[in-house]
Each structure stands twice: as structure tokens, then as C-alpha cells.
């Protein structure tokens, strides 16, 4: 079935002098947007915590008093007021259970222990194992302390002694890591995937062995080096509720921590991960076309990635690494619409079809618009039936690139197109003066 026939002939061009217009105003008002609004950070470049807590299907739980409960916590336990709280849904179309459902749940605080909480744990612990005993609680690091004893201790009698200590303080729930443990197992793991990823059965034996010898090594050492993770958050959220919500609440699946500094380096990262992008793209479109075509193929991603980012602020997503990620996406499918066009306009010139630029341009969109269409069409309904079927951060990464493909397609045509019949024009001008 042809949709778009053979010999199409619109004036794109003529329509690009409305769209241009209006697309800068677009670009202005989004621009507007993110500076007087900003964005709304999530726990991956604000710092925070984010839990998954699973309910009964036919509780009937609402995400409003879920937000409620964990406001109550973090006020109770830490006293402060207004403190953010988002709860979302995490099942992802055929993942989700028939009978229960799961929700995550961000807070921007990396852990429910006060700086005084911290304080009166570290002292306990310097009491309880006598003179030399240090304890490290930084902000950054959430519920985890690093502790260096006066003396060695076998890993099983240390990790006896610490969990008595922290459970005497209600913290029934911690990890206990040795700094020498953690070495050892970096080292197994390295080794046995390297050995795994082997097909040969005596090579995977030789893999088990392994890790029987690491586990042994383990359990000989002695050290006096400790980091311990008490999962307040995890335990307090449970009970709170296991408290509200009774047999309609199942557990909470997993706790995640992001401290504010490495949240505001992941943030700059992203950020620098799309400007080289948008560089090397310019390089490349500066070696492979000349240089008329270059800026309309920057300024059509400039475009896109404003309107993106506006639309981000207008509707409240988080901004987060997925977000991240489906712009990085919307660059590529941007770019490769536009050389699509910007291929068919080379073709066309070297040809001697269509006569001057515009009408060159018009007929080379016309003869790649089939394309376009069924690619932005196919690409749609995929991206559809994630953000419909998804849950959580991935229908927001959905949207974001739902909206990027459709000003991709656009942006082709009424932005790079027009911005090149501009440059030919000025560059010719140019070249009359100087001849």
C-alpha cells in the first residue's frame, strides 16, 4: 500500500515560512520554562533514596496515602517539614503481577539517621570496643558507617559483635563488610566471569573451584577494617507500613541511595555527554557535506533538545539518567532524519535535477517523505506501546522520545532545509561581491 505516491510534489519550503517563526517561539517560551522553573531532579542527580514496596492488588492502596505515610516518617524521624516525597508506579506491562502491585517511592534525604543519631551510634561503638576505635559517618554515604577497631577480628566474630551492638540500639537489619573481604570478592568475581564466559565444562569447574578457595580465604582472614550498612530506611518504611496498610502491604523489594555529590557529578556528566554529542555531530557533518549544511544539521538538534527540555519542566517529569539517555536517543534519530534529507539533496545536485537549492530541497523531501513517514510511524507505535504498557521512569523515558521523533521528522524539514537555503544564499552573495 503506497500512502505517499511517486511524484508528490508539496512546497515545503513555502510552508517553512510560517513553521520557522513559530518555532522560535517554541525555543524562546522553553527556554522561558527551564530557567524560571528549572527541573524537577530526580534521586540521580538530586541525591536521595528510592524504595520499591510491593501491596496486595485487592487492597486498593493509593499512591496519595502511600506519599502521606512515608511524609509522617521522614517528619517523625528527622523532624524536618516539607521534605520531597514522590511515589510512583513501578510495574512494567507483562512483569506486573495479577495479584500485587508495586510502587516506588523517592525522597531526596539519603537516609532517615540524623546527624545526632549518627553521633550517639558512633559513641556507643567506640565505648563498646574501647580506646582507638574510629567511626566515619559522612552525609554522602546514607546509612553506612566506616568503622576501624583497635584490634583484628575474624569476619564471623565481628560481624556477631557489631550486629549486637547496633540491634541494642533498635537497627535490626545490617550488613557487615570487611575492607579485605570486599578485595577478595573483587578479585572472584573478575576471575569468574572471565572463566564463565568460557563454553568448555572444565573451564567451569575450574570457575566453582574458585570461588570454593575465595570463600575459604574469607573465612581465615582477620581484619579490623568495617563498613556496616543499617537499613533504617528499609526497616523503617516496612513498619510504617506494615502499620498502615496491614495484610495489604507485601514487603518493600529493595532500597536504593544516591548522595547529593555524586548526584550533582552524574548531572554534570549527562550534561557533558550531550554537549560532545552535539560536537562530534558538527565534525561530522563538516567533513561529510560542506559547511552550508552543517549549521541547519546543528541548529535542527539545538531545536529539538530545547522544545524537549521545556516540555520536560511543563509536565513535571524527573529528570533523571533515563531522561538522559532518550534525549542522547532523539540526537541520533534527529541527525540521521536530516542526512536522509541532506543525502537525497546531494544526490539530486549532482544529478542537475530540480534547478536551484529550493526547489532541489522541495524535491528531495518529497522523494524521501515515504520513508520518513513509515520510519516515524513504525518507531511511534513501538514507543506507544511502551508508554502505555510501562510503568515508572520508563514511560516518561517513552514520552520524551515519543515527542523527540515527531520534532525530529519536523525539524528536518522546516528547520535544517530553510537554514541551508539561507547559508547558500548568503554564501553566493558573498561570492558575487568578492568576484
Request: aromatic share 8%; net charge neutral; glycine share 8%.
Amino acid at each position: 500500500m503506497e500512502w505517499i505516491k511517486p511524484g508528490t510534489n508539496i512546497d515545503f519550503m513555502k510552508a517553512a515560512r510560517l513553521w520557522v517563526p513559530l518555532s522560535g517561539l517554541f525555543v524562546v517560551l522553553s527556554i522561558g520554562l527551564v530557567g524560571l522553573q528549572g527541573f524537577d531532579a530526580g534521586i540521580d542527580f538530586m541525591g536521595g533514596t528510592k524504595v520499591i514496596a510491593e501491596f496486595r492488588n485487592d487492597a486498593g492502596v493509593e499512591r496519595g496515602v502511600i506519599k502521606k505515610v512515608v511524609d509522617d516518617l521522614v517528619t517523625s524521624q528527622t523532624g524536618e517539614t516539607g521534605t520531597q516525597v514522590e511515589v510512583q508506579d513501578f510495574d512494567v506491562g507483562g512483569t506486573a503481577g495479577s495479584e500485587t502491585v508495586k510502587y516506588q517511592i523517592f525522597t531526596e534525604l539519603p537516609s532517615l539517621l540524623t546527624p545526632l543519631k549518627k553521633l550517639e551510634l558512633a559513641k556507643l561503638l567506640e565505648a563498646h570496643f574501647g580506646v582507638g576505635t574510629t567511626v566515619d559517618t559522612p552525609f554522602e554515604a546514607g546509612d553506612k558507617f566506616y568503622i576501624t577497631l583497635p584490634d583484628k577480628w575474624s569476619l564471623i566474630a565481628a560481624r556477631e559483635e557489631l550486629q549486637k551492638v547496633f540491634q541494642s540500639s533498635g537497627h535490626r537489619n545490617i550488613t557487615v563488610r570487611s575492607d579485605k573481604e570486599e578485595r577478595v570478592l573483587t578479585e572472584l568475581y573478575r576471575e569468574k566471569d572471565l572463566l564463565l564466559s568460557a563454553k568448555d565444562d572444565e573451564v567451569k569447574a575450574e570457575a566453582m573451584k574458585v570461588e570454593e578457595e575465595a570463600r575459604k580465604k574469607i573465612a581465615r582472614l582477620v581484619d579490623n577494617r568495617f563498613t556496616v550498612e543499617v537499613q533504617a530506611v528499609r526497616t523503617q518504611v516496612t513498619d510504617a507500613l506494615k502499620s498502615r496498610f496491614g495484610e495489604g502491604f507485601v514487603d518493600v523489594l529493595s532500597t536504593a541511595s544516591v548522595s547529593p555529590s555524586v548526584g550533582k557529578e552524574l548531572f554534570q556528566t549527562g550534561m557533558l555527554a550531550l554537549l560532545y554529542a552535539i560536537i562530534g555531530i558538527l565534525i561530522y557533518i563538516s567533513i561529510r557535506f560542506d559547511m552550508k549544511f552543517a549549521p541547519g544539521a546543528i541548529a535542527c538538534i539545538i531545536h529539538d533538545v530545547i522544545i524537549v527540555l521545556g516540555l520536560i519542566v511543563l509536565l513535571q517529569i524527573k529528570f533523571t539518567l533515563p531522561i538522559i539517555a532518550a534525549i542522547m536517543a532523539l540526537i541520533g534519530y534527529d541527525i540521521n532524519d536530516t542526512i536522509v534529507v541532506y543525502d537525497r539533496v546531494r544526490e539530486n545536485l549532482q544529478k542537475g535535477k530540480g534547478g536551484h537549492l529550493p526547489k532541489v530541497i522541495n524535491l528531495s523531501i518529497n522523494e524521501t517523505l515515504a520513508r520518513t513517514v513509515i520510519t516515524s510511524l513504525t518507531t511511534e507505535m513501538v514507543l506507544a506501546s511502551i508508554f502505555l504498557l510501562g510503568g515508572g521512569t520508563i514511560k516518561d523515558f517513552a514520552l520524551v522520545l515519543f515527542v523527540g521523533v515527531i520534532l525530529g521528522t519536523y525539524s528536518s524539514i522546516f528547520i535544517a532545509s530553510p537554514l541551508t537555503i539561507y547559508l547558500d544564499r548568503v554564501f553566493r552573495k558573498r561570492a558575487a561581491e568578492r568576484g
